[in-house]
Structure formats: structure tokens, C-alpha cells
């Protein structure tokens, strides 16, 4: 699953959670199986700013072939994956925390926390960057993996439903979309961490369509340095 380098090129492909559910890892082990092939390199956007480089090398990832950006809006970080597939600077582009950069029109109007209209302006956002994206993904082979993180909002009934940014569009894009969850890191006798386990449930597969389900799937440390899930 996540983290095959034979996943097919061309496509949008979505990992999604509640915050802390290990969605960076897995893009971080993806990375890492896609660079066994020496020609690859990687657009990292870090829409959280949570990360360093120092995170991609207890991966065991090569740092000379990642593209690293922390975009301060959702408007930049959009711009930064267009111009990234367009351009074909990376065979893979994650971004990271797509609904966790500010768009420009909620810095400017200081609306700050969850508001009907923020929702809808990054979603047109998202929308429209994604509707550009479609063909060129296709001609230039690259790949785009989303990591999105799980939002509530309120519905009609007064009880808070979940939702992801991107509107209606980019779960119909992914062919393939992966939620996580239960994240649990484990330890040798020594304390060190060896590896983290997760829960990894298919919600979307076109690309084989009677595979949809749950697995509880590990994933190693590559140092002992690291110490959480994602």
C-alpha cells in the first residue's frame, strides 16, 4: 500500500487522519522507498511546519534529492505544488497539512478559527489549484500525495461532523485515499523505539477496486532517534 514504489505516476493520492495519527511518517517511508530509485527526488510542503530536515534523515532519506518549503498561506503552498508538477522539479510532491496553512483572505480579514466562509475560500482554493493539476499531472508523470488532517464543523443537527479540506473535488481525484489511525509506537527492552504500528483503512480504491479495508500495518525506525508517530 502506502509506501510502494510501483503505485502508478500521474495521480493525486490522499492520507488523512486526526493530528498525530502518523500521516508523516508514512509519507516520510514512502519517500524513502521511492528514492530506491537514484533518479527520484521529492517536493516536501510542510504546510504545518512541524518538521526539519533532520526528521527526513532519521528516515533514512537522501536530503540532497528533497525539495523542502514551509509556505506561510494555503495560496502559496498551492502556487508551490502547481508550479512543482508543472515544472516537473519532482516525480512526487507531498503537502503536508493542506488545512493547516491560513489562506490570505483569513490573514487579511483576521477571521481566525473555523468560519463557514474560511471553509469555503479554502476549498475554492483547493478546487481550482487541483482542476490545473489534472492534465498536467497526467503528461508530466508526477505523483502528488495529500496529507490532510481530520476538521469538525458543526451540522444542521448541532452535532459536530468530520470533514478534510478540499471540498468536494479532491477526494473524487484520489484514486486512492487511506485514513489513520491508533498510531502506537513501540520499544525495545532498552526503551528505544523500534518501529510504529497504525491502523490503515482503505475508504477509496480505483486502482483495485475490491480491496477496501482495514489493516493494522508496521512501520520501522530507521535511527532510534525518532520518538513519534507523526
Given at each position: 500500500?502506502?509506501?510502494?514504489?510501483?503505485?502508478?505516476?500521474?495521480?493525486?493520492?490522499?492520507?488523512?487522519?486526526?493530528?498525530?495519527?502518523?500521516?508523516?511518517?508514512?509519507?516520510?517511508?514512502?519517500?524513502?522507498?521511492?528514492?530506491?530509485?537514484?533518479?527520484?527526488?521529492?517536493?516536501?510542503?510542510?504546510?504545518?511546519?512541524?518538521?526539519?530536515?533532520?526528521?527526513?534523515?532519521?528516515?533514512?532519506?537522501?536530503?540532497?534529492?528533497?525539495?523542502?518549503?514551509?509556505?506561510?498561506?494555503?495560496?502559496?503552498?498551492?502556487?508551490?505544488?502547481?508550479?512543482?508538477?508543472?515544472?516537473?522539479?519532482?516525480?512526487?510532491?507531498?503537502?503536508?497539512?493542506?488545512?493547516?496553512?491560513?489562506?490570505?483572505?483569513?490573514?487579511?480579514?483576521?477571521?481566525?478559527?473555523?468560519?463557514?466562509?474560511?471553509?469555503?475560500?479554502?476549498?475554492?482554493?483547493?478546487?481550482?489549484?487541483?482542476?490545473?493539476?489534472?492534465?498536467?499531472?497526467?503528461?508530466?508523470?508526477?505523483?502528488?500525495?495529500?496529507?490532510?488532517?481530520?476538521?469538525?464543523?458543526?451540522?444542521?443537527?448541532?452535532?459536530?461532523?468530520?470533514?478534510?479540506?478540499?471540498?468536494?473535488?479532491?477526494?473524487?481525484?484520489?484514486?486512492?485515499?487511506?485514513?489513520?489511525?491508533?498510531?502506537?509506537?513501540?520499544h525495545d527492552p532498552t526503551g528505544t523505539p523500534t518501529h510504529f504500528s497504525a491502523d490503515l483503512a482503505v475508504t477509496r480504491n480505483r486502482l483495485?477496486?475490491?480491496?477496501?479495508?482495514?489493516?493494522?500495518?508496521?512501520?520501522?525506525?530507521?535511527?532510534?532517534?525518532?520518538?513519534?508517530?507523526?
Open positions: 500500500m502506502v509506501g510502494a514504489p510501483e503505485l502508478p505516476t500521474g495521480v493525486v493520492y490522499e492520507v488523512y487522519g486526526e493530528e498525530n495519527s502518523g500521516k508523516t511518517s508514512v509519507a516520510l517511508h514512502f519517500i524513502r522507498a521511492l528514492q530506491a530509485n537514484p533518479w527520484t527526488t521529492t517536493v516536501f510542503i510542510d504546510g504545518e511546519h512541524s518538521i526539519t530536515r533532520g526528521h527526513f534523515q532519521q528516515y533514512g532519506i537522501d536530503t540532497q534529492r528533497v525539495h523542502f518549503a514551509q509556505p506561510q498561506t494555503m495560496d502559496i503552498g498551492l502556487k508551490l505544488l502547481t508550479a512543482s508538477a508543472q515544472q516537473r522539479i519532482a516525480g512526487l510532491v507531498v503537502i503536508d497539512g493542506l488545512n493547516a496553512m491560513p489562506t490570505e483572505m483569513e490573514l487579511s480579514e483576521s477571521l481566525g478559527g473555523y468560519s463557514k466562509r474560511s471553509e469555503r475560500e479554502a476549498a475554492r482554493l483547493i478546487t481550482k489549484s487541483f482542476q490545473s493539476l489534472i492534465s498536467t499531472l497526467w503528461d508530466q508523470g508526477a505523483t502528488v500525495l495529500v496529507l490532510n488532517q481530520i476538521r469538525h464543523r458543526p451540522g444542521l443537527d448541532g452535532v459536530w461532523q468530520e470533514f478534510v479540506s478540499g471540498g468536494r473535488l479532491l477526494p473524487i481525484l484520489c484514486p486512492l485515499r487511506i485514513r489513520m489511525g491508533n498510531p502506537v509506537v513501540h483495485q477496486p475490491g480491496k477496501i479495508g482495514s489493516v493494522r500495518a508496521d512501520f520501522p525506525f530507521i535511527t532510534p532517534r525518532t520518538t513519534r508517530a507523526g
